[in-house]
């Protein structure tokens, strides 16, 4: 089966230029990540709800005409009045523009902002994808996470954790696979131990050989909380059994098992966080 491609637009490009009735005026760019020279984009738009990708214009999604100032200039006659509009465009293939033009009169100094979304396409299996995109797309697809690399798995979950106890600190141990551990999560004195896995076979339920080891894994690092995170559809009854053996007897004093079912309600949770890119970039 070919690996679905997923759309990242979280990168963006900002050009600012401004210009005065005397005919002076300068502009900057700027990239949401700097070391990125794969813009995609033509240098300062003049259509700027016109997609690049599908070649048709985007609908607008935002809208707002604001006037700042309304005053009597000395030595003028009339009222002179600073103005702001901002404009977002949406296609549906994901890419987005916000364009905002402050106006000052009496000088009608302009300066205008355009913010431009940048598409990219990456395989599911990308170790390059960023987080946000991919939990954008797993919102809607959770199945998706069969197709992806068990380094960006681990990443993901990671991310995840980061979203549930605020200010913990996540530490990633690679491929070291750090005494059984892949990941930590550390908040103020208390450390927990996780375990990610991807399981090819999703339909059955992790069994007791893989609680056992993780288990013994943390008996041995002396951590006494931990997190087993599987793709498996459901954790079997010796499995549970196991862990509860563990805890009854005192040795662990925490241990969370989160199943295929779990981890998707988790992906769902947390997306409004992630919402529509172009959002960030009204002011
Ligand atoms: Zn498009």
Known sequence: MKTPEILDYSQWHLE?????????????????????????????????NLCPFCKRPSEQVYRDIRYLVDRMEVGHTSWTEDSRSVHAYSC?????????????????????????????????????????????????NP?????????????LVGDLFQDFYPGCEVVHCGRTNDGGFDLFVVMSDV??????????????????????????????????????VTTADHFTDQAKEAVNQ??????????????????????????????QSWQRHIY
């Open 16 to 48: 600012f230029r401004w210009k005065s009735d005397v005919g002076i005026w300068s502009s900057s760019i700027r990239h949401s990540d700097p070391s990125n020279k794969d813009t995609d984009t033509e240098p300062f738009y003049d259509i700027y």
């Open 92 to 140: 549906s293939c994901g890419w987005w523009s916000v364009h905002s033009n402050d106006l000052k009169e009496p000088d009608d100094l302009t300066s205008t902002t355009l913010t431009v979304g940048i598409l990219r396409r990456f395989p599911l299996d990308s170790l390059d994808v960023s987080l946000t995109a991919l939990r954008h797309y797993l919102a809607q």
């Open 143 to 155: 199945d998706a996470v069969d197709y992806l690399h068990p380094t960006k798995m681990e990443h």
């Open 191 to 228: 450390i927990r131990g996780i375990q990610v896995k991807r399981r090819v076979r999703t339909d059955k339920g992790e069994g007791v050989k893989a609680i056992r080891e993780f288990l013994g894994a943390m008996l041995v690092a002396g951590i006494s909380g931990g997190i087993y």
């Open 246 to 275: 563990v805890l009854m007897r005192g040795a662990i004093t925490y241990f969370d098992l989160i199943d295929r079912h779990r981890l998707f309600d988790m992906l769902g949770l947390f997306v409004s966080k992630h919402s």
